[in-house]
């Protein structure tokens, strides 16, 4: 059974670090690109950001771009996300999901909630 | 930036009802395009893939069409558990883009 599993949110004030981390298990992780989408309190879904299994091509949005960094260890089967300088506009539920090409998004963890206040 | 429309934002309907959700892409985006469905306090769940692949498990309800820039999500007879929120996905292009949702409510 596919699951990936995050952790390290918390509440953390503007202009601070965290790192999140996503662990993989029930497939080959590193077959698989691994994205980052985030989910505003009651609101929509936002794309943040993309890794191809070998960590050649990485992509950000724009409103992260230079404040977060998302990163794999695939012995380690995990995905992680540095996030630097966060704002309070950061505050999300961030969720890890598996992608394949064609199908999209496939599977997501149940996601790990950043609070970005002071 | 791909900006993916959809509408409405927020519907009623009734059990039986036909309902149709659409979103425009605003640009060409092939058949990259995904919906997902998500009720409060769960993790979004696919529907549909490439446009009108309709995911294992999913009920024949729901079907998926379009291609270039238009797209729609049909429900041919919502059911209660359909009462959701729905979104659309482009996967064409970085960044990937989401519709920004449908909230499908009980009249």
């Known amino acids: 059974e596919v699951q990936l599993v995050e952790s390290g949110g918390g509440l953390v004030q503007p202009g601070g670090s965290l790192i999140l981390s996503c662990a993989a298990s029930g497939f080959t992780f590193d077959d698989y690109a691994m994205h980052w989408v985030r989910q505003l309190p009651g609101k929509g879904l936002e794309w943040v950001s993309a890794i191809t299994w070998n960590s050649d091509t990485i992509n950000y949005a724009a409103s992260v771009k230079g404040r977060f960094t998302i990163s794999r260890d695939n012995a380690k089967n995990s995905l992680y996300l540095q996030m630097n300088s966060l704002r309070p506009d950061d505050t999300a539920l961030y969720y890890c999901?598996?992608?394949?090409?064609?199908?999209?998004?496939?599977?997501w963890g149940q996601g790990t909630l950043v609070t970005v206040s002071s | 930036d791909i900006q993916m429309t959809q509408s409405p934002s927020a519907m009623s309907a009734s059990v039986g009802d036909r309902v149709t959700i659409t979103c425009r892409a605003s640009?060409?985006?092939?058949?990259?395009l995904a919906w997902f469905q998500q009720k409060p306090g769960e993790v979004p769940k696919r529907l549909i893939y490439?446009?009108?692949n309709l995911e294992s498990g999913v009920p024949s309800r729901f079907s998926g069409s379009g291609s270039g820039t238009e797209f729609t999500l049909t429900i041919s007879s919502l059911q209660p558990e359909d009462f959701a929120t729905y979104f659309c996905?482009?996967?064409?292009?970085?960044?990937?883009?989401f519709g920004g949702g449908t909230r499908v409510e009980i009249k």
């Open positions: 999901v598996r992608y394949v090409a064609v199908v999209s998004l496939e599977y």
């Open positions: 490439a446009a009108s």
């Open positions: 640009q060409g985006i092939n058949y990259f």
């Open positions: 996905l482009q996967h064409d292009s970085y960044p990937l883009t």
